[in-house]
């Protein structure tokens, strides 16, 4: 039998629920890989395999996502996430997974609204079990420290696993294999919801900065802002620093920079292909360098949805550097955090630091859902720097 389509599975999920599975294309191409990571990494439609019987399956997965999510009582809805687990993971770790139930029912009934915060303790479980190979119990000191401290951990997630940890060992520590002081977990930065901007703030700021018609004007009139609008869209692409990003150096290989001028822009197409071509050469440029704290080499990475705003932004600093005659792309130039707020008319701050945790946490949340990706994403985010 052939790999059922989209369509059949919605039909499927409508015969079986009663419910409309409104989720588009590339939404159901996602929950696929979230699936096969669920089942273990195989291919759930491959070969030998009754397609009809494994329909069946991922309309009730689907299900199980749906209630999860939508779940209003806060035990049943971790009981939920629990059974999202890929089943490796459950089959695998049953013990740490029962450790971590048993924390969580003492965080509910010691605390009030814990709703809001119950999927970022579940989230730091999902991290720490896709980068285990033993049951928690089974760790030494050094081995729960490498643990810890992997880069597959966003900020907050790690966090919230120190505080999962602190909480089994202080229980019983005489069933554990590690005797480490958990000071010396605790020495790790917390980091609180406020430290990363929620997706909708995010998406505000896209729609704001990507929009190139409602800057292009302002940037060719006006170095400053130019250089501004710069500095915010490259932090929405790159999890550098600010003095990374302040010292891009001079783009002299822009060799025909100067034909994009206003009125250029004003009568021409600026296509995708042109603002490839820019980034190309900002890319062989930027990356001779490397980070200013780690010495490590930069990637000069620019997502499809922000090339074109990009390109343009680039543009118009280079040309503004070549007319003061000045020798780095963003010389003399202080990011005001409050006069950037007021120049771009913005209802929350964009700060430097909150982005790149916020643009890594992202990227980590992403990549480890998806099928091959799950433990690495850690590794993946240094493409990012």
């Given at each position: 039998?052939?790999?059922?389509?989209?369509?059949?599975?919605?039909?499927?999920?409508?015969?079986?629920?009663?419910?409309?599975?409104?989720?588009?294309?590339?939404?159901?191409?996602?929950?696929?890989?979230?699936?096969?990571?669920?089942?273990?990494?195989?291919?759930?439609?491959?070969?030998?395999?009754?397609?009809?019987?494994?329909?069946?399956?991922?309309?009730?997965?689907?299900?199980?996502?749906?209630?999860?999510?939508?779940?209003?009582?806060?035990?049943?809805?971790?009981?939920?996430?629990?059974?999202?687990?890929?089943?490796?993971?459950?089959?695998?770790?049953?013990?740490?997974?029962?450790?971590?139930?048993?924390?969580?029912?003492?965080?509910?009934?010691?605390?009030?609204?814990?709703?809001?915060?119950?999927?970022?303790?579940?989230?730091?479980?999902?991290?720490?079990?896709?980068?285990?190979?033993?049951?928690?119990?089974?760790?030494?000191?050094?081995?729960?420290?490498?643990?810890?401290?992997?880069?597959?951990?966003?900020?907050?997630?790690?966090?919230?696993?120190?505080?999962?940890?602190?909480?089994?060992?202080?229980?019983?520590?005489?069933?554990?294999?590690?005797?480490?002081?958990?000071?010396?977990?605790?020495?790790?930065?917390?980091?609180?919801?406020?430290?990363?901007?929620?997706?909708?703030?995010?998406?505000?700021?896209?729609?704001?900065?990507?929009?190139?018609?409602?800057?292009?004007?302002?940037?060719?009139?006006?170095?400053?802002?130019?250089?501004?609008?710069?500095?915010?869209?490259?932090?929405?692409?790159?999890?550098?620093?600010?003095?990374?990003?302040?010292?891009?150096?001079?783009?002299?290989?822009?060799?025909?920079?100067?034909?994009?001028?206003?009125?250029?822009?004003?009568?021409?197409?600026?296509?995708?292909?042109?603002?490839?071509?820019?980034?190309?050469?900002?890319?062989?440029a930027a990356e001779q360098y490397h980070t200013q704290k780690a010495g490590a080499k930069k990637h000069f990475n620019i997502p499809q949805a922000a090339l074109l705003p990009t390109?343009?932004?680039?543009?118009?600093?280079?040309?503004?550097?070549?007319?003061?005659?000045?020798?780095?792309?963003?010389?003399?130039?202080?990011?005001?955090?409050?006069?950037?707020?007021?120049?771009?008319g913005l209802e929350t701050d964009f700060l430097s630091m909150k982005a790149n945790r916020t643009l890594l946490s992202m990227f980590n949340e992403t990549a480890g859902g998806m099928?091959?990706?799950?433990?690495?994403?850690?590794?993946?985010?240094?493409?990012?720097?």
């Amino acid at each position: 039998m052939q790999k059922p389509t989209f369509t059949e599975i919605r039909r499927r999920y409508k015969e079986k629920y009663q419910k409309r599975l409104s989720a588009t294309d590339a939404m159901l191409e996602k929950k696929l890989e979230e699936y096969r990571v669920y089942q273990g990494g195989q291919d759930c439609f491959g070969e030998g395999q009754d397609a009809e019987e494994e329909c069946e399956k991922f309309v009730d997965f689907l299900m199980l996502q749906y209630n999860a999510l939508h779940e209003k009582q806060v035990q049943e809805k971790y009981d939920l996430l629990v059974k999202t687990l890929p089943k490796d993971y459950q089959k695998r770790f049953p013990d740490t997974i029962r450790r971590h139930a048993g924390y969580t029912r003492y965080l509910i009934n010691k605390r009030k609204n814990l709703k809001r915060n119950i999927s970022n303790h579940f989230k730091a479980l999902k991290t720490m079990l896709s980068l285990m190979d033993k049951e928690i119990t089974e760790y030494s000191d050094e081995e729960l420290a490498g643990l810890i401290r992997d880069n597959s951990f966003t900020t907050a997630a790690r966090q919230y696993a120190v505080w999962f940890l602190t909480y089994i060992y202080n229980q019983k520590p005489e069933q554990f294999m590690f005797s480490l002081e958990m000071s010396m977990l605790r020495r790790e930065t917390v980091r609180g919801e406020e430290d990363f901007y929620p997706p909708e703030e995010w998406a505000s700021f896209a729609a704001v900065f990507f929009d190139i018609d409602r800057h292009i004007e302002k940037a060719f009139a006006d170095c400053f802002y130019a250089r501004s609008w710069l500095y915010v869209l490259l932090h929405m692409s790159l999890a550098w620093r600010k003095s990374d990003v302040l010292n891009i150096p001079a783009l002299e290989n822009l060799i025909d920079i100067s034909e994009y001028t206003l009125e250029w822009f004003e009568e021409n197409a600026f296509s995708i292909a042109d603002a490839q071509q820019v980034i190309n050469h900002v890319k062989l440029a930027a990356e001779q360098y490397h980070t200013q704290k780690a010495g490590a080499k930069k990637h000069f990475n620019i997502p499809q949805a922000a090339l074109l705003p990009t390109a343009v932004a680039l543009i118009t600093c280079e040309q503004w550097r070549r007319k003061k005659g000045q020798a780095v792309l963003f010389e003399k130039f202080y990011a005001d955090t409050k006069k950037m707020t007021e120049l771009f008319g913005l209802e929350t701050d964009f700060l430097s630091m909150k982005a790149n945790r916020t643009l890594l946490s992202m990227f980590n949340e992403t990549a480890g859902g998806m099928a091959g990706l799950s433990g690495k994403a850690g590794t993946l985010t240094s493409v990012m720097k």
